[in-house]
């Protein structure tokens, strides 16, 4: 099986956008706060270091996820999950070697595109920013660097992944929907429950890391202010998503690294209304048991939807099943030459 697929973008829904509530002052009925959270490898994890084959780390030298990663997965299972718009690095536009540079952002609706106007943004806009022009809004959530506190070494240390592009990167049939007009969604890789894959030496498109191993963990924090209601539930879902599915973040996804799984921790939430008049100073902190049935109840609205089309097919790419067998690898050259009109679900 191809080692990733398509999430497809309903269409059907248009894209709700509205104005953002601003900064600098604290609304009645949105949600601000803190919360923290802890990052567990599934699998073997590498995030790269500019061009090196070392892991992040900090000037503590401890190693990190950077809050830009963490921003950047978030938002991307908003804008599937919730209906945003595409906004984030996608695949529309790419280089083809013998073709130029292929355009898809003509295969989406205008409407579909990225936000121009702060003042009418998509919910993941209004929760992560957006920049466009002299159009910027700030976004009402930061993270934090994930830091490292329980690093486990792999072994061997350093390992060559396999090729990390497909012989045919830009298989047309991968890229559009089985009409051919429009892109064929947002792209999601498979968890690996098999080993990772690896090769015994340099090759043109593979690359030699040193990951940390499966166990490791790391803790982050994140704050946020003036979250509307729906914006404060799509985040949430994005940070924990569902009991059977896990997120995949870092390099060398199609190698099977990068599968973790994601828990919040504590939570504190701040009413600034009753800061001044209530005992607690407005302060309702979270932990355990009531933070399982807060986080329970404010995603129930996603979890319980059973009929969404890109949340069942978020749920089928991302499904965590130990007994799951496939192997997820990149067809070969002869497949794709036999197969010109093939779609990701016929590969071998
Ligand atoms: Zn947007």
Request: aromatic share 12%; with cysteine; charged share 20%.
């Amino acid at each position: 099986m191809n080692p990733y697929d398509f999430v497809p973008i309903d269409f059907n829904q248009p894209i709700a956008r509205r104005s953002p509530i601003q900064h600098g002052k604290f609304e009645k009925n949105t949600v601000s706060g803190s919360l923290t959270g802890r990052i567990i490898a599934e699998t073997p994890i590498f995030i790269k270091s500019g061009n090196t084959e070392q892991f992040t780390k900090n000037k503590a030298g401890q190693y990190i996820i950077p809050g830009t990663s963490l921003k950047g997965l978030f938002r991307s299972i908003v804008e599937t999950a919730a209906y945003g718009c595409f906004g984030g690095k996608c695949d529309r536009r790419y280089k083809d070697n013998q073709r130029g540079t292929i355009d898809h952002s003509k295969k989406l609706p205008a409407s579909f595109l990225a936000c121009t106007d702060a003042g009418h943004l998509c919910i993941a806009c209004r929760i992560f920013g957006m920049l466009y022009s002299n159009n910027v809004f700030a976004g009402k959530v930061s993270f934090e660097d994930a830091v490292c506190n329980k690093p486990v070494a792999h072994n061997p240390a350093a390992i060559y992944t396999i090729d990390l592009m497909g012989p045919k990167p830009h298989h047309t049939a991968f890229y559009l929907d089985s009409s051919g007009n429009r892109i064929a969604g947002r792209k999601f890789y498979f968890h690996h429950q098999q080993r990772i894959r690896t090769t015994d030496k340099k090759t043109s498109y593979n690359q030699r890391i040193n990951p940390l191993d499966t166990g490791s963990e790391f803790t982050f924090t994140a704050s946020f202010t003036n979250l509307e209601n729906d914006e404060w539930q799509a985040l949430l879902y994005a940070i924990v998503l569902e009991p059977e599915m896990r997120h995949k973040i870092g390099y060398a996804k199609p190698s099977g690294l990068g599968s973790v799984k994601i828990e919040v921790t504590h939570l504190r939430l701040i009413d600034y209304a009753s800061r001044y008049s209530s005992p607690n100073r407005g302060i309702t902190e979270y932990q355990e048991q009531s933070l399982r049935d807060y986080i329970a109840a404010q995603t129930r609205g996603f979890t319980s939807d059973t009929t969404s089309l890109t949340l069942n097919e978020l749920r089928r790419i991302w499904r965590w099943d130990v007994n799951d067998k496939t192997p997820y690898r990149y067809p070969t050259h002869e497949w794709f030459n036999n197969n010109p009109n093939a779609p990701i679900s016929q590969t071998p």
